[in-house]
């Protein structure tokens, strides 16, 4: 009985400390977006309820918690305001709290979405200690997991980061062929590869003969597209977890989630144009450092890295760029 009192205890402070922490946002109602004229007749046929099985269907995963909740909502906001056919869109929301659906009603009040919990004791034993205490975070790791949680009938979906903002219209992303492959994204391949990982791994052949004859590049996780039909038939979960697991038993890289995506993916990426990922924003760890945009076309600006447009914008301390967040920011500061 005791134990029973104390479980109930511990869910009761977990819904206190998650109503207080929804208290804090409160955010405006967004106008409503309706598709375009030049959306096809097929298209038009799921305007009313829709379920997510639905063929014509874009499907865009995003997570939700209380420290990035301002920067989920503003790239929301950003992609329907960008697309042709923002009906057509359907949001899957990979949560970790409670109480964030009716948060996300309330603001986008016709948009089509749903809510997945996704259980943090699930990768907990397997995160390592990263250079930034975000990259811990268990939520971060939830991307790992979206062929399981989603339903089966969704087949390809966009992965994006919390903390950016689409200028284009996210069909066109959606439409990018993966050439056979699993996942999409933005490679480069000028990075210095070998930096991801560290001296023992590269001194031991069984683990870095992994990426003969691959020509591995880095890309960047926060924007991917992925084919769920063949991740789910080749079990790329468990391949991402066995290298977590070989983690934690003698340390071969540095960087949260990112790393066991290269040893599982690069060199097997379909490529996608940069314009779809101008990342590195957030001053690549170094607080206080504001960067430019990489030359050529943009449709997607990311604040990857330690500092957030928002956070930058309140304390008065904005980067240039972050003014080009600002407009899809729909918290309430009066509030």
Known sequence: ??????????????????????????????????????????????????????????????????????????????????????????????????????????????????????????????????????????????????????????????????????????SKLWTTSLGGRTIGAPEYCHANFTKYFTASFWSEEGFSGTFTGRNPCYFNTGVMVIDLVKWRRFGYTKRIERWMQIQKSGRIYELGSLPPFLLVFAGHVAPIDHRWNQHGLGGDNVRGSCRDLHAGPVSLLHWSGSGKPWLRLDTKRPCPLDALWAPYDLYDHLS
């Open 1 to 170: 009985m005791l134990w029973i009192m104390r479980l109930s205890g511990f869910f009761s402070a977990a819904m206190i400390t998650a109503v207080d922490s929804l208290n804090r946002f409160s955010f405006r109602k967004s106008s409503a977006f309706r598709n375009a004229g030049e959306c096809s007749a097929s298209d038009k046929r799921i305007l009313g309820k829709t379920g997510v099985c639905d063929p014509f269907l874009v499907h865009v995963a995003i997570t939700l918690d209380f420290e990035y909740l301002r920067g989920s909502i503003a790239a929301v906001h950003s992609i329907l305001q960008h697309s042709s056919c923002p009906e057509n869109i359907f949001f899957h929301f990979l949560v970790s709290e409670t109480n964030l659906e009716t948060l996300v009603r309330s603001t986008f009040p016709q948009l089509k979405f749903k809510v997945y919990y996704f259980d943090p004791e699930i990768v907990r034993g397997l995160i390592s200690t990263s250079v930034r205490q975000a990259l811990e975070q268990p939520l971060n790791y939830a991307r790992n997991y979206l062929a399981d949680l989603l339903e089966p009938c969704v087949h390809r979906v966009i992965y994006l980061d919390s903390d950016l903002v689409v200028v284009d219209d996210i």
